[in-house]
Structures are given as C-alpha cells and as structure tokens.
C-alpha cells in the first residue's frame, strides 16, 4: 500500500506570493491533519480534515487555509508569505480522526521563503 | 512556557548503550502519549503509545508514563546505529496532538 505522499517536495518563494501544497493520503483514509515544522517551534499542528471537513484548528493566521476534496486529497495555501513561513510542512492521515487512530506521514514539502 | 517541554539534544551515546529521552508537561489533561521517530528527511513514524501511567515495552523500546509528576520517558535498549534519528514525543489533551520539539539522537559505532 502507497504511504502519504507531498507534492512538491521543496519550493522556494519570495515574501508575499502565495503557496498551494497537496497531500495525498493512505488509499482509505479519511483523515489528513497538516503540521508546520521548524528548528525552534517543532512541529505545530495546523488543521485536520475529516471527511471534507475541517474538524480542528491550530493557532495560525487566517493566511493559512486548507481544503480537502471528496477523494481525501488535500491541500494547504498560505497566502501573502513571510519569511517566518520558511518550514518543514508535513501532512498525515489516518482512517478515522486523528485524535483516535494512528497518524502517518508524508516526507514534508520543504517551503523556503526569500 | 510550552505546554511540552524536550531537551532538544543533541545526544550522543555509544552503540550497546541504554538511551533515555524525555518529556515534561503542564496540562494535566494530556491523556494518551506518544513517541515518534523521525529520520533525516522523512517525516516522523509512530514507535510507542500508550494511555495509562506505567511501563509499556516493544522490543528494546520502553514507554514510560508518570502522570502524578506530569514526565514521560524513552528508554532504548543496547542501542544501534541505526536508531539515530530525531525522537518526539506527543499528546493529546483535546483531539489535537501537540509535540514536543525533538530530540536528536547520534548512536556511534
């Protein structure tokens, strides 16, 4: 069975563009949560999805918003980017909601900003 | 203050040897605890959960919880190179999983 997969691996944008990455999940999987990864925070929980649905929410800016489509694919957008969005960005899934089953993860998309 | 707290290392220790990692928290709410492993670019991958204060083993790895002291603990037994990773703990105290920064592992041959 395929694990989670994060397209692009590694991008590099300079300050105020705006950014789309996908997350594929585990074929049945329901769930994806996103995390935001960094030396000095560690890993910061973003938002999950259920079922096309968001479920939960991190402490982030509005810039970051999510989606997921009916197929469990999902993407993250952060929008008007800041050099302090320079992170690891990683998604997981799991078959039922994050906070009742086993998260797996993807590699992480690399995002630098300049 | 963070609600959990990880020495971020980095941690050196001969192969054979027994590695402890650790993790304190504030929130007495924390329920069910986790520690994952992340290799160099990889993301990270469930070792051990467990929900009860108490020991819980897998192999050479021991899970440990102590909710009256709000401290959990990693012990890696006759440790080997190919343990070197990043280890981070994680709980749940309200559907979200909040972690702890990481702890970077080196085991020498």
């Known amino acids: 069975k395929a694990g989670v997969t994060q397209t692009p691996r590694y991008l590099i944008k300079t300050r105020g563009q705006q950014v789309t990455l996908s997350c594929s999940p585990i074929?049945?999987?329901?769930?994806v949560s996103w995390y935001q990864q960094t030396p000095g925070q560690g890993l910061q929980f973003l938002f999950e999805?259920?079922?096309?649905?968001?479920?939960n929410k991190g402490n982030f800016p509005g810039r970051f918003s999510g989606r997921q489509f009916s197929n469990s694919r999902s993407e993250m957008n952060v929008s008007t980017l800041e050099l302090g969005d320079s992170a690891l960005y990683l998604c997981?899934?799991?078959?039922?909601?994050?906070?009742?089953?086993?998260?797996?993860f993807g590699p992480g998309t690399r995002l630098t900003v300049l | 203050q963070k609600e959990v707290e990880q020495d971020p290392g980095p941690l050196s220790v001969p192969e054979g040897a027994i590695v402890s990692l650790n993790c304190t928290y504030s929130?007495?709410?924390?329920?069910?605890f986790m520690w994952y492993r992340q290799y160099s670019r990889k993301g990270p991958e469930l070792l051990m959960y467990?929900?009860?204060?108490g020991n819980k083993e897998d192999g050479r790895f021991t899970a440990q919880v102590d909710k009256s002291s709000k401290y959990i603990s990693l012990f890696i037994r006759d440790s080997q190179p190919s343990d070197s990773a990043t280890y981070l703990c994680?709980?749940?105290?309200?559907?979200?999983?909040?972690f702890g920064t990481g702890t970077r592992l080196t085991i020498i041959p």
């Open positions: 997981a899934s799991s078959l039922a909601p994050a906070s009742t089953d086993t998260q797996y």
């Open positions: 074929s049945g999987h329901r769930s």
């Open positions: 999805y259920f079922s096309e649905t968001q479920r």
């Open positions: 929130n007495s709410a924390f329920q069910y």
């Open positions: 467990t929900y009860s204060s």
């Open positions: 994680a709980m749940i105290p309200d559907e979200k999983l909040t």
